[in-house]
């Protein structure tokens, strides 16, 4: 395979995880699919992080999101071994 193949490869993978990010987050719901609302949201998301509370609100979404995750990863019952 050649290596824009590889690379094209990585860059939609990365994309379609970004976008399930959206959905579990349930952005996607609350907005009813809402494309200029959830650019709108992103673009909010962007100008914050670059005003004096990005690292404030970096370190508050980083601890909400390692909360969620972890609380996800707990209530999926694991796959009995067969």
Do not use: C, N
Not at 6 to 14: F, G, I, P, S
Not at 64 to 75: L, P, T
């Amino acid at each position: 395979m050649r290596t824009w193949q590889v690379e094209r490869r990585k860059r939609t993978r990365h994309l379609i995880e970004l976008g399930g990010l959206v959905v579990k987050a349930g952005i996607v719901d609350l907005t009813a699919d809402d494309r200029a609302t959830i650019y709108g949201a992103l673009l909010w998301m962007a100008a914050k992080l670059q005003s004096h509370e990005a690292e404030h609100a970096r370190d508050l979404w980083a601890a909400k999101g390692k909360q969620a995750f972890d609380a996800d990863r707990h209530e999926k019952p694991k796959s009995a071994p067969t």
